[in-house]
Nanobody
Framework: QAQLVESGGGSVQAGGSLRLSCAASVPTASSNTMGWFRQAPGKERVGIACIDISGSSTYYADSVRGRFTVSRDNAKNALYLQMDSLKPEDTAMYYC????????????????WGQGTQVNVSS
């Protein structure tokens, strides 16, 4: 089974930027959809940015659209999330995930997950 390892989290002030990376132990080209999800304390895990196998189709949650950019590099077996204009409400544990399904960013249908990387945004 594929292993996913996130990195790049940390603490930043509001308005700052972070770039998350997700390294996969198997070719990402085997996953039709990859995505970034986040979970704040006491809240459910939600999909915020997903991307198809070619990188030509993306989905963003309303809360991050226009501020976050998801990308993937299948040659490097990697997934990225560029986060700009960060807000305190972006504070959460961020996870990357992979699925063989297409056209979805629902956490419940992603079988493969990383361990998460924490993002803290202070005001």
């Amino acid at each position: 089974q594929a292993q996913l390892v996130e990195s790049g989290g940390g603490s930043v002030q509001a308005g700052g930027s972070l770039r998350l990376s997700c390294a996969a132990s198997v070719p990402t080209a085997s996953s039709n959809t990859m995505g970034w999800f986040r979970q704040a304390p006491g809240k459910e895990r939600v999909g915020i940015a997903c991307i198809d196998i070619s990188g030509s189709s993306t989905y963003y949650a309303d809360s991050v659209r226009g501020r976050f950019t998801v990308s993937r590099d299948n040659a490097k077996n990697a997934l990225y999330l560029q986060m700009d204009s960060l807000k305190p409400e972006d504070t959460a544990m961020y996870y990357c995930a992979a699925s063989s399904l297409r056209g979805t960013c629902r956490a419940s249908v992603f079988p493969t997950w990383g361990q998460g990387t924490q993002v803290n945004v202070s005001s």
